[in-house]
């Protein structure tokens, strides 16, 4: 069961922040900020980037003190902070940060999503159960609430009900090949 959970948290962890790239591009991001300078346009790099690091944390502490009173653009910033944050294990960090996000814009389905998997890596599966089934429905997040409602069921050892989520997953973003490794799992 922990070679799971572990395998689980690095496929999620690359499955969100990769989604948020998608979700999230930095162009919008970039006008938004109070000052143009190379330094910023790094820190906004370091930010938006993949790799999830203590350094692309502190670079969206930056960019959040530049980015204005935008609260678009703040929420972006902070969505990606809470991604990076739950990559390196700080859930609760995260959730917080995903639950500002959602207070300031109309990003309630990443917040929302990013509390959901803050809660079931904090291994509190009705709660994440809860914020999957209420982002499942929204657009572009809704594959990896799929996704992370897949991943709690297995997790808790229902496998049908695993296999339906997963299958939901794929059917919203076909040739996902994280969840189609997860669901050779189940087997």
């Not at 709690?152 to 695993?162: C, P």
Request: charged share 20%; hydrophobic share 45%.
């Amino acid at each position: 069961m922990k070679a799971f959970f572990l395998a689980a948290g690095l496929a999620l962890a690359t499955a969100t922040t990769a989604a948020a790239v998608e979700t999230f591009p930095d162009s919008g991001i970039a006008y938004g900020l109070s000052t143009g300078t190379a330094t910023s346009q790094g820190l906004l790099s370091d930010c938006m980037s993949e790799d999830s690091s203590s350094r692309a944390i502190r670079a969206c502490t930056k960019v959040l003190r530049a980015a204005g009173p935008d609260e678009t653009i703040r929420a972006h910033i902070l969505s990606r902070r809470g991604l990076h944050k739950m990559a390196l294990g700080r859930f609760d960090d995260a959730a917080t940060d995903f639950t500002r996000a959602g207070d300031l814009a109309d990003h309630e389905g990443l917040a929302t999503l990013g509390q959901g998997f803050a809660a079931m890596l904090d291994n509190d599966l009705m709660a994440a159960r809860g914020h999957f089934e209420d982002c499942s429905n929204r657009g572009s997040v809704a594959p990896l609430a799929e996704y992370g409602l897949g991943l709690t069921y297995q997790m808790a050892g229902d496998t049908v009900k695993a296999r339906q989520a997963y299958q939901r997953a794929l059917d919203l973003r076909p040739g996902w090949d994280a969840v189609a490794v997860q669901m050779e799992t189940l087997d």
